[in-house]
């Protein structure tokens, strides 16, 4: 039965998101503005696909479209492919153009739900049932401008990925233009500032943020012993959460991550010092018999927002990627070499032809800066 009313879609201000009838969902944003979605199964996965924006698509014209979209994918098809002449509306763009980059992303990577979560929130609710040969600048515009000064990276984010699909279109011979472009830039305000970088405790505030962490109640045990593992190792989020049992040769206390799990690509040996060692074995207490190091409460891969959370929750001051900005600190007042200490962020430096010439990743002594690092974070060595 019908849920939403004419009325009710006019007046509502309250942020959420409103059911109705064969899958159509209005969501409200913050700002006020209302779009239409439908929410059904294609091909054994749940989709969300845009239906526009209201007033432009009214309450009757979205459930029409929600009930056409429903009896196709019943039966089998994929409802972005509803136009006779043959031609992909952007969410089915969407959806090839992830599939074409899927090859190269990293497997488990954040990338394909980064693409899918922004262009869902900003951009398929409003263009998403339009044609790709339909989609004009005025159309980018209206996805860019709520956002374009007050979620300044997002949106360029948005835009390179609009730009992504159009470019793609153009390949495929759907259109000869790139709506996306430059010209849209020139046309939108200017943003301020540049990418804001994470912010960092001071390298002797961390030891007190861990301990605060490892004494927290309301973090699951796994949670803490990971934050503390990726502060003992100066990685990134990924690369703790990621974590399998056969990367860890506890013999020789070392951590060896594949390639296929770097940023950079390349394989990264990590040396485990003293406490890192203890961090392993206190986890095994509390995990099953998971492959995962650090396994979430509910199993499996610890999900990114968990982690980043904590600093948020317990008023750390700095934030979770930060930590190696910390540690790089201690690294350049402590006197460690630079060359050593961007070994141990798994950074490159100098030149190509400089790096083909270092073949060594420094293991030996990465391992006395690490057990100096924990020694200092721990408080045993000041």
Not at 160 to 169: D, E, L, T
């Amino acid at each position: 039965m019908p849920k939403l009313t004419a009325a009710f879609v006019r007046s509502v201000t309250k942020a959420g998101k409103y059911g109705d009838q064969h899958g159509l969902i209005l969501r409200v944003q913050p700002s006020g503005s209302k779009q239409w979605i439908w929410r059904g199964t294609v091909g054994g996965k749940r989709r969300d696909l845009g239906l526009g924006g209201y007033p432009y698509v009214t309450l009757a014209e979205a459930r029409a479209k929600a009930f056409e979209y429903r009896k196709t994918a019943r039966s089998g098809n994929d409802p972005t492919k509803l136009h006779s002449d043959g031609l992909p509306t952007f969410s089915a763009a969407v959806e090839a153009v992830i599939a074409l980059y899927a090859g190269k992303w990293k497997p488990g990577g954040k990338s394909e739900g980064q693409w899918r979560s922004s262009l869902v929130t900003y951009v398929t609710p409003v263009i998403g049932p339009k044609r790709v040969d339909e989609i004009t600048t005025a159309d980018v515009m209206a996805c860019l401008a709520p956002i374009w000064t007050t979620k300044a990276e997002t949106a360029k984010r948005v835009r390179q990925r609009i730009s992504a699909i159009m470019k793609w279109a153009i390949a495929e011979g759907h259109r000869s233009d790139n709506p996306a472009g430059a010209a849209v830039v020139a046309a939108l305000p200017k943003q301020n500032g540049g990418k804001k970088h994470h912010r960092a405790l001071p390298h002797g505030e961390v030891g007190a943020a861990v301990l605060k962490v490892r004494e927290a109640k309301g973090v699951y045990p796994t949670h803490r012993l990971a934050f503390e593992f990726l502060v003992l190792t100066a990685v990134r989020s990924a690369e703790v959460r990621g974590a399998v049992w056969s990367e860890m040769n506890l013999e020789t206390a070392t951590w060896v991550i594949p390639a296929r799990r770097m940023k950079a690509a390349r394989e990264h040996r990590i040396p485990l010092s003293g406490r890192a060692i203890e961090v392993l074995a206190e986890v095994r207490s509390h995990s099953d018999d998971s492959n995962w190091v650090f396994p979430a409460r509910a199993g499996g891969e610890i999900p990114s927002w968990v982690l980043t959370k904590i600093p948020v929750r317990l008023d750390l001051g700095g934030t979770l990627h930060g930590m190696r900005s910390s540690f790089r600190d201690w690294c350049g007042e402590t006197g460690v070499a630079r060359e050593v200490a961007e070994a141990c962020l798994a950074h490159r430096i100098g030149s190509a032809a400089e790096q083909a010439y270092a073949r060594s990743d420094l293991l030996a002594r990465r391992r006395q800066i690490m057990e100096a690092w924990a020694q200092y974070v721990t408080g045993t060595r000041t």
